[in-house]
């Protein structure tokens, strides 16, 4: 290992090579690491468990949902090793002794965005007043729906009460019941859509018009943190060691998982 290894990366050498599964990416007797993810970072978490799994021999099985949701599956004790959440929903799950508090590493920030369909001209949100002017123009509107526990979603159905628009868009507003939002523009069910921006670039067919004004902007925090209850603790730490590599910052920057203001 090269003398610039990182402590996290030096430890996981460590956890691996204890394991035995240096090599064995074959080994159909390969341990499983359970992992419940929120929808913001699922798809940077599913490419970093293949190349976890390259390397280790280690199989990660993936689910996902809202914040919210993965917290009641979690409190319900559905299996799970590792839990991937924002920073509120971890310090809820902390408080109530589901998760170890001290293998918790951050790794992912990201803000709310807004998107067009692509092609389509990019209206005008750099401020507050332009961006309240430019929901009240749109034929129509998506965001995730906030009784499903959505971050962004319980996020703008505050900001529209805010702006004091919410009773003048909500005929034209469609709630997503969860995943990429996004999709309902690039099939024409929606104008404009508001989500998280690592949610908002997966999906063809829809352009970035560029973050919700700093005002009504929210930055979210995802971390991830083995379970009391996991089945493979060592194996989930090492899964959450590999996640926060300082070598993977630029692969979560791309994602739009590394919002600077």
Not at 23 to 43: D, M, P, W
Not at 193 to 206: A, D, M, R, T, W
Not at 233 to 249: G, H, I, T
């Amino acid at each position: 290992m090269s003398q610039g290894a990182t402590r996290a990366e030096r430890w996981l050498a460590a956890v691996i090579a204890g394991l035995g599964l240096w090599g064995c990416a074959c080994s159909a007797h390969a341990a499983e690491i359970r992992v419940l993810s929120a929808g913001a970072v699922k798809n940077i978490v599913t490419e970093l468990a293949e190349a976890f799994h390259q390397e280790t021999g280690l199989t990660v099985a993936l689910g996902s949902g809202t914040a919210g949701e993965l917290r009641q599956k979690v409190a319900r004790g559905e299996p799970a090793d590792v839990v991937i959440v924002t920073d509120t929903v971890l310090e809820q799950l902390a408080a109530e002794r589901l998760v170890v508090p001290d293998t918790r590493a951050d790794i992912a920030r990201t803000g709310i965005g807004v998107a067009v369909r692509e092609g389509a001209a990019l209206p005008d949100i750099s401020t507050t007043e332009a961006f309240k002017r430019t929901v009240l123009a749109a034929r129509s509107l998506v965001y995730l729906d906030p009784a499903r526990g959505a971050t962004s979603g319980i996020h703008f159905a505050g900001v529209l009460q805010r702006l004091g628009i919410a009773d003048a868009v909500k005929d034209k507003t469609v709630l997503w019941p969860g995943g990429f939002a996004a999709e309902a523009v690039a099939t024409g069910q929606a104008e404009l859509c508001v989500h998280q921006i690592s949610e908002i670039l997966p999906v063809k067919g829809v352009a970035l018009v560029g973050p919700l004004p700093r005002d009504l902007q929210k930055i979210t925090t995802y971390g991830a943190v083995t379970t009391t209850r996991a089945a493979a603790p060592e194996a989930a730490r090492a899964f959450v060691a590999f996640l926060s590599r300082p070598a993977f910052k630029a692969k979560f920057a791309a994602a739009g998982l590394d919002y600077r203001e």
